[in-house]
């Protein structure tokens, strides 16, 4: 008896690493990961074109370039002038730097001129005589002074108090100047009052304008209470025509 084995066909089976496997086309796999990279830049380019920002035309590029550079020329215009006036107000500070020494040293020198006049004052006002019929405050010595021929008075009047530790005194001086003109006509000039405010002496000088034709013979003196309604003194005084 005969047995006849008959060969078996061999079974394909396909090895992971066989690269001599017959060509399919792509994976789906490939072509879904590629589709998906093209669906993300494309919506990339649409946020970017929707709600990013915009990119500038040549024209528009052009524009702002100018107008940067117009605004670079503007900014050193500025800070020219800024420089400029910077320099001057140094030149003006140290002009009054130097204008300030030279009144304080000035200011110094007239102190000391000052401080041995006060002295000799004080101690010509000890001198002057106080009348004590019109109150513990006087009119005490008088130099008025009228230029012949003309209309210029001038006028120096000391006023004292008789004790140097009185309280301070303040009101108004008051002068009068009597004359007559040249046809004989008289009449009374009083000056605006001048306010007054001393401890223990004060002189008063000053100059004023008579009117033409006019000639003082004598001066009245009132001095005034602060209220300017209470006289405190009075004196008649000389006038001088020279």
Known sequence: MVIRVQAKRAIFKPA???????????PSWLILLMVGILLGGAGVLFLQASYG????????????????????????????RVDEAQKVLDTEVHTRDSQIKELTGKLTKAEGIIVPLREQL???????????????IGISTSQIIQEKNSTKLSYLVWLLQENAQRPEFKGWLELSFEG????????????PRIEVKFKHYLHITGTTDLPAGFTATRTNAKLMAEDGKKQVTWRVLPVVVK
């Open 16 to 26: 992971p690493y066989d690269t001599r496997r017959g060509s399919r086309g792509l």
């Open 53 to 80: 920002e915009k990119r500038l035309s040549a024209a528009e590029t052009q524009k702002l370039t100018e107008e940067l550079k117009n605004l670079s020329v503007e900014k050193q215009t500025l800070q020219k």
């Open 122 to 136: 004080d101690v010509f006002a000890k001198t002057l005589v106080f009348d004590p019929r019109f109150g513990p």
């Open 180 to 191: 007559r003109y040249a046809n004989g006509r008289v009449e009374t000039v009083t000056l």
